[in-house]
């Protein structure tokens, strides 16, 4: 039998990060800073839709529900699919020239009929979306890079392409519209849902702890997530190709540039974090209907400065969002080491006060008792002794001199004697 030593003890926080490594629970995100800041959007988003409403100028005034209705579908799309390729860790920056792409390909097959429309903007998207996510998930090259070469390939074709041909189709209407509206914020609560789970954000968290250009073993997640943000790219521009038919039949095609800044605009403020990983269920809808509300507002009443200033004003409030939301899901190491080793039998015997070093020698002694070790046949408690086959012979009398005790030796020496001896 051995008493542990202290000195044998493993560390608490080896023994976290072991478990962390291994697989283990990862700490949870809070998601209460989420609901409270969607809370706050949809307040703010309310407000101000409400005195756009109240205007006499403007798009609004002109178009009126339904126009703000095929205006806010194409920018939900574009905000979601910033936001899902946010969340796998490759930040997606053309997504404004896809929708480019697909609007220009949508307008130019509109001669076809509609079904052939919608399978070549659809499908360019889809295509773009494979070659995108081929670049960042298997070669490993950053988001940003990887997006912003494909968005400068587009660009480039576009112009030297120039126009498509006419537009053929008659413009979407309103129930189209509410459809597409509908359907663009269905999505985007739908995958905001399904990140809030534990396992998906689990499953996430390698690619947030894992440096750019280096295997994280979630190449599968990346390529999805990229695969479905170009996608829905490519349908903003089909919506907003087929919701802006002027009477000149020449549908306008959108601006790659400005539909960029709008979507990383409403993602970032929506609660989705730059770094990765992190966001919540509801804020890209309402960020993306601020942003637009704001934008029109600011058209409708003749502020002195371009409403393409307020997404870009939008990117930089981004910032700020992501940094509370990191700050507010940064777990206390000591809370962390405390919960993960309550319970631990570890723990009490950190704590027993006793030294156990000390018993070690006891220890020692017995088991050369056991074995005939040199122990007991050198000294025993500073006595010379004699072995034989590992058991100690009688020491010898160190009272034999004096003879005082020769009547108890005698006496209970030998038992088969005693009744000799008295008379028995």
């Not at 700490?27 to 969607?38: F, K, L, P, Y």
């Not at 390939?153 to 041909?165: F, K, N, V």
């Not at 000149?248 to 960029?260: F, N, R, W």
């Not at 600011?298 to 870009?312: K, V």
Request: charged share 15%; glycine share 16%; hydrophobic share 45%.
């Amino acid at each position: 039998m051995k008493f542990d030593s202290p000195s044998q003890e493993r560390d608490s926080t080896t023994q976290m990060s072991a478990v962390s490594e291994g697989g283990g629970e990862a700490s949870a995100d809070r998601m209460a800073v989420h609901v409270v800041w969607e809370i706050g959007l949809l307040l703010l988003g309310g407000g101000v839709l409400f005195a756009l409403s109240r205007s006499t100028a403007g798009p609004f005034a002109d178009g009126g529900w339904s126009a703000f209705g095929a205006a806010l579908a194409p920018a939900i799309m574009l905000a979601c699919a910033m936001s899902v390729s946010l969340r796998v860790g490759a930040v997606n920056l053309a997504v404004g020239p896809i929708a480019l792409l697909s609007g220009w390909l949508f307008v130019d097959a509109s001669g076809s009929g509609s079904a052939m429309a919608l399978a070549f903007g659809l499908g360019a998207a889809a295509f773009t979306g494979i070659v995108l996510a081929t670049l960042t998930a298997w070669l490993r090259a950053p988001g940003w890079a990887a997006s912003g070469a494909v968005g400068g390939a587009i660009g480039l074709w576009a112009g030297t392409q120039g126009d498509p041909g006419a537009f053929s189709l008659s413009e979407l209407p309103t129930t189209g519209v509410l459809a597409a509206l509908a359907g663009a914020a269905g999505i985007s609560l739908f995958l905001g849902l399904v990140g809030a789970f534990a396992g998906v954000r689990s499953r996430l968290a390698p690619i947030r702890d894992t440096p750019a250009g280096e295997r994280h073993g979630r190449g599968g997640l990346v390529f999805l997530g990229l695969l479905v943000s170009s996608s829905l790219a490519g349908a903003a521009g089909v919506v907003a190709a087929w919701t802006s038919v002027p009477d000149a039949g020449a549908a306008g095609l959108p601006d790659p540039i400005l539909l960029t800044v709008l979507a990383l605009g409403a993602a970032l403020l929506g609660g989705t974090s730059l770094v990765g990983r992190r966001g919540g269920v509801c804020g890209t809808v309402f960020a993306a209907l601020l942003v637009l509300a704001l934008m029109w507002l600011a058209e409708a009443r003749g502020w002195g400065f371009d409403p393409s200033w307020i997404a870009l004003s939008a990117i930089v409030a981004g910032f700020l969002v992501t940094r509370l939301v990191e700050a507010m899901n940064q777990v206390d190491e000591n809370e962390a080491a405390s919960t993960s080793r309550a319970g631990s039998v570890d723990d009490l015997r950190e704590d027993d006060p006793r030294d156990t070093g000390s018993y070690e020698r006891y220890d020692d002694d017995l088991a050369d008792l056991g074995s005939g070790g040199e122990s007991w046949s050198t000294s025993t408690g500073g006595i010379r002794t004699n072995t034989t086959g590992g058991i100690p012979k009688q020491p010898a009398d160190p009272f034999g001199a004096s003879g005082a005790f020769d009547d108890l030796r005698d006496g209970y020496g030998n038992r088969y004697d005693n009744d000799r001896r008295y008379g028995r």
